[in-house]
């Protein structure tokens, strides 16, 4: 007789790979893995080092006057969360001609990805084409 074992979620890593997605337009959106080493705030300052093509999102208090509200993406309770990024995108020339995909590290305490690397193409599992809107 086989030694079944049941399968239960928590034998799931529940820690994924952390990802930020810069999607169509400018918006950006972190994992849960990605919102959780930021330490779960309810706000960001976006930064960027041109020299080196580094975008970080530094958590701080929502009220501070260059925060940046974090929402969960519309009709899901855990992630992916959402930050508005157009005018950031915009202003340094940052491509968002298609939804791109990059692996996130902390640095100091910021939630960093590198510009450099070439990031991953995210298109739609919908049967519309539409880019993907949480970059999961």
């Not at 930064?47 to 899901?76: C, M, N, T, W």
């Not at 157009?86 to 996130?104: E, H, L, P, Q």
Request: aromatic share 10%; net charge neutral; proline share 7%.
């Amino acid at each position: 007789m086989p030694n079944f074992e049941t399968f239960t979620k928590r034998l799931v890593p529940l820690v994924r790979q952390p990802f930020v997605t810069i999607q169509k337009r400018g918006t950006m959106s972190m994992n849960a893995a990605a919102f959780a080493e930021l330490g779960e705030p309810e706000a960001v300052e976006l930064l960027y080092d041109p020299a080196e093509r580094i975008i970080g999102f530094r958590p701080v208090e929502k009220e501070s006057e260059h925060a940046y509200p974090l929402r969960p993406q519309a009709g899901k309770s855990v992630g992916p969360y959402i930050v508005s990024g157009t005018a950031f995108t915009k202003y340094y020339n940052i491509d968002t001609s298609v939804s791109r995909r990059w692996t996130s590290y902390i640095d100091d305490g910021i939630l960093c990805i590198d510009l450099k690397q070439s990031g991953t193409v995210v298109t739609s599992n919908r049967s519309s084409g539409r880019d993907v809107e949480g970059g999961q």
